[in-house]
Each structure stands twice: as structure tokens, then as C-alpha cells.
């Protein structure tokens, strides 16, 4: 496979050629790192990561290929991803294509032969920026131009692109790895929640699953009045808040609605973006950090019991201390002391930042989905 050379204009100034995979033309992004030491396919298949580039640290990537059971979405939202050294040639049991046939497929582009440490470091000092990267334009002034008239990503709406259209119940468990698959939902469900999808990964919905719940997942454009009448009239025990793409102060129309459900005193529990959503509807907005918590490895001290969980983390955006003034802290991120997790104060509502289904990542946050179910 010949690759061919690629030309990438930062909005800071930087011009860097390289070499593409995947599908070709121009893109533009934020550029973001991920520490993660496995699990590209996940990360790239996760719809929060909508309009990113993703800059891998993990150097060597694209030898175990990908597969259909590893996906976490239907399919690719990133810009594409960025890597160091690029295997085109796979090698693993459950492997059924190739990285570069999985981002031409879904049209994202793969970047490769670059110093990825430089670009990780420069994200770390000078903060997420945006970028376009091009197999057809050479010229670094015609690119700042183009990415200078595009929309900078907080004033995006990612969630229409990643968010179902139409209601559906979820009905895989966990992973199985005796048999090599997704436990399926056999025994009658003892409590029913509705999911808003706002870009919701799949294996969160398997977790929910797992724990005993009937799993009904609904579009970000959903009816709030209609769900308060449904738990009313006891058809559904709580609400599930899913992760989700860009800029949580955007969506202004989607906390009106949680601020319903709030109103309504509805049991809720949410991860990531619908845990920023939750901040902003109790009146405490969010704020960006310089280049966010991308990867697999980050310690949260669990508030209530001391202990100290890694965890895998995504998001740029974080809720403001200010948040104690209502809720109880429930953990703490060790990298920065950003707060990871809140118990809201006379309300039967809790959150967190990080992702405790963790795909890819370690299961150590996993029984705050066991939590969610005991509570309803």
C-alpha cells in the first residue's frame, strides 16, 4: 500500500507534512491526545470523539486490526486519527478487516509518519486546537484560510449527527470472553430505564444491561413531558444521561428539557457530556480545561470509601466547584483535582465525568452501574 503525503495546518501555526490512510481529501478538527495503550478501534467507533482528530501516544497501531463486536457505535464521527507508526498488515484471531479499510469504510482519515510526541506536547502547552489536514491542498496560507472560515467546535451541534433516530431496546450484556461474545438479556428485566441518547456508547447500554435493567434507548429530540407521564404512571423506574460530542454550554435546548425531568424529581444518573448537561440545568456552568482527560489511566479517589479507581476518562469539559454549593462531591480526578463525580443534594440524582464501562480501560468504576439499579 503506497501512502500518500498529507499537509496539516494548526490554528496556532504550525505546518507539518505526513503521510494518509484511510480516506483522503481535507478534514478539519480539534486535535486531541489519548493515552490509551490499546482500544483505537473503540475510541475511534465512540461518537463523543465527533469532530476530533485523535492523537494516539501509544506508538505502534493498527496490528490487531478491527472487528465488528469491538465497535461502540455503528460507526466513525471523528475527523480521524493521528499515529506515529501505521501496521497495514493485521494479526489476531478475532480480526476481520484492516485499520485502513475501517476508516475508508466510514470515511475518516488516518495520519501516520509524524512526530507524535510533538504534537502531544504541544496540545499539552498550548492547549486542544483546531486543525485541517488535506490530501489535496499543499499550500499552508490556502488551509489557515479555509480553517479560519470554518465553525470552531463549540458552536457545533455534534449531538444531531450522533444521536439515534428512532427508539430501540438494547438487549446485549457484557462481554463473554469464555464464549467470545455479548451475553445475551434471557431473564425478564427487574427495573426499566430510558437512555437519551446523546452519543451513547454501546458498551455503557451493556452494562446497564448486565446489572438487571430493561434498557429503552430514545433520541436526543425527545419529549420530556411525555417521559415524566411515563414514570408517573410507573412504566419506567429512572433515566440514563449518555455521554455525547461537543461543547455542553451549546446545547441550550436539551438542558430546558433536563431541567424538566430535574423538576419532576425523576431518578437520574448520568456519564460525561449528561453529567455536564445535569451541572448546567441546576444553574453551575461548565468550563473548558486547556486540553482535556483523554485515556486509560487516570487515578479517581472515590470520596465515600478512600479508595483510589483508574479509570478512562474523554472529555474537554468540566463542571465548576461551585457545583457543592447543591451536590456532594463523590470523586475526585488525582491528575488536576477536577471534580469526577457529584451526589445531588435532595434530589435522586448522581453523575460522573469518567466512563466506569470503560471500553477500552480497566473496570474499576464498574458497580457504580450495580449503584444506579439499587437506588431505583
Known amino acids: 500500500m503506497n501512502l500518500k503525503p498529507v499537509w496539516i495546518y494548526i490554528e496556532n501555526g504550525i505546518f507539518l507534512e505526513a503521510k494518509s490512510f484511510g480516506s483522503q481529501g481535507s478534514r478539519v478538527g480539534e486535535i486531541v491526545f489519548n493515552t490509551s495503550m490499546s482500544g483505537y478501534q473503540e475510541i475511534m467507533s465512540d461518537p463523543s470523539y465527533a469532530g476530533q482528530f485523535v492523537v494516539f501516544t501509544m506508538p505502534e497501531i493498527g496490528i490487531v486490526g478491527v ?3 469491538d465497535m461502540e457505535s455503528l460507526g466513525i464521527h471523528a475527523s480521524g486519527m493521528i ?22 469504510q466510514h470515511e475518516a482519515m488516518g495520519i501516520c509518519d509524524i512526530d507524535t ?58 462481554w463473554d470472553s469464555a464464549k467470545l461474545s455479548y451475553k445475551k438479556s434471557i431473564k425478564k428485566a427487574e427495573k426499566k430505564i430510558v437512555v437519551i441518547d446523546f452519543g451513547v456508547k454501546r458498551n455503557i447500554l451493556n452494562e446497564l ?3 438487571g435493567f430493561e434498557v429503552e434507548v430514545v433520541p436526543s429530540e425527545f419529549d420530556p413531558d411525555s417521559l ?11 433515566i440514563f444521561l449518555s455521554n455525547g460530542p461537543g461543547d455542553p454550554m451549546f446545547y441550550k435546548k436539551e438542558v430546558e428539557k433536563i431541567k424538566k425531568l430535574i423538576k419532576a424529581k425523576i431518578p437520574m444518573f448520568a456519564i460525561c457530556l449528561g453529567h455536564q448537561l445535569l451541572s448546567i440545568a441546576h444553574g453551575h456552568p461548565t468550563y473548558k480545561l486547556a486540553f482535556g482527560q483523554h485515556g486509560g489511566n487516570h487515578p479517581v479517589k472515590n470520596q465515600k470509601s478512600s479508595v483510589v479507581e ?32 457529584v451526589d445531588y443534594l435532595d434530589e435522586p440524582i448522581f453523575s460522573v465525568q469518567h466512563h466506569p464501562e470503560a471500553s477500552p480501560g480497566p473496570h474499576d468504576s464498574r458497580y457504580i452501574f450495580k449503584e444506579f439499579f439499587q437506588n431505583l
Do not use: W
Open 67 to 69: 472487528n465488528d463486536d
Open 83 to 104: 499515529i506515529r507508526n501505521f501496521n497495514k498488515e493485521f494479526s489476531n484471531f478475532r480480526a476481520q478487516n484492516s485499520l485502513d479499510n475501517f476508516l475508508q
Open 117 to 174: 510526541r510533538y504534537l502531544t506536547k504541544n496540545i499539552r502547552d498550548f492547549g486542544a486546537k483546531m486543525m485541517i489536514a488535506s490530501t489535496e491542498i499543499s499550500n499552508k496560507n490556502e488551509l489557515k484560510k479555509i480553517l479560519e472560515s470554518f465553525p470552531k467546535i463549540e458552536e457545533m451541534d455534534f449531538i444531531q449527527e450522533v444521536s439515534t433516530k428512532e427508539s430501540y431496546i438494547h438487549k446485549n450484556g457484557v
Open 209 to 211: 444491561c448486565e446489572v
Open 228 to 238: 415524566i407521564g411515563r414514570y408517573k404512571n410507573n412504566e419506567i423506574d429512572g
Open 310 to 341: 483508574i479509570t478512562a476518562q474523554n472529555h474537554n469539559y468540566n463542571v465548576p466547584d461551585s457545583i457543592c454549593s447543591i451536590a456532594k462531591i463523590t470523586h475526585i480526578n488525582l491528575f488536576d483535582n477536577t471534580i469526577e463525580g
